[in-house]
């Protein structure tokens, strides 16, 4: 299995738009959001385009598996218990995709590699994304993991990943 990850090129977004209406339909279990008269959830389409053309301060990077999409993952800078580091905004893998260790690679490749401290958010009722969250924190070669409590924001637990 060859997992590829690498930014969106300028000529993706739409790719990246599509793949973030199948997001937000994982979302809406814990948003609440609804699809509009078009069957669709609402996107900020401009936005995801600022993203992908660099605009914005935010990365989308497309997550290929033997050539296939597979799903993406954006990046940006935040501050978090009075610190400036990178957030780990969104990952989101393809049900196909899911439990072969492609997050693992995808997280090992843009945050262990780079920072020695990133954040990381999970909706307090997405259950199996919170679980997933610490087995991984288990098994990766991390110093330490401290749950912020209480959490800054009453929806999310939130995360402060320290590398070395």
């Known amino acids: 299995m060859k997992i590829e990850v690498r ?3 300028e ?3 739409g790719l990246l738009t599509s793949l973030w209406q199948f997001y937000a339909y994982h979302q809406s279990t ?3 959001d609804s699809v509009s008269e078009k069957g669709q959830f609402d996107i900020d389409d401009d936005y995801l385009a600022d ?3 660099g605009i914005e301060d935010c990365e989308a990077w497309l997550i290929c598996v033997d050539d296939a999409v597979a799903g993406f993952v954006t ?3 935040t501050e978090i218990a009075g610190r400036e580091m990178p957030e780990l905004s969104d990952i989101f893998v393809l049900p196909k995709y899911r439990n072969l260790g492609i997050a693992t690679f995808v997280i ?3 945050l262990l590699n780079s920072s020695n401290e990133w954040h990381v958010a999970v909706y307090n009722e997405d259950r199996s994304a919170y679980s997933f969250w ?3 924190f288990a098994k990766l070669p991390i110093k330490s993991v401290e749950e912020l409590n209480p959490p800054e924001n009453d929806e999310f637990h939130e995360f402060v990943i320290q590398n070395s």
């Open 134 to 136: 610490l087995h991984l």
């Open 7 to 9: 930014k969106f090129k």
């Open 51 to 53: 993203v992908v053309q």
């Open 11 to 13: 000529n993706e977004v």
């Open 30 to 32: 814990f948003t609440g």
């Open 108 to 110: 090992d490749k843009l």
């Open 75 to 77: 990046l940006e800078s």
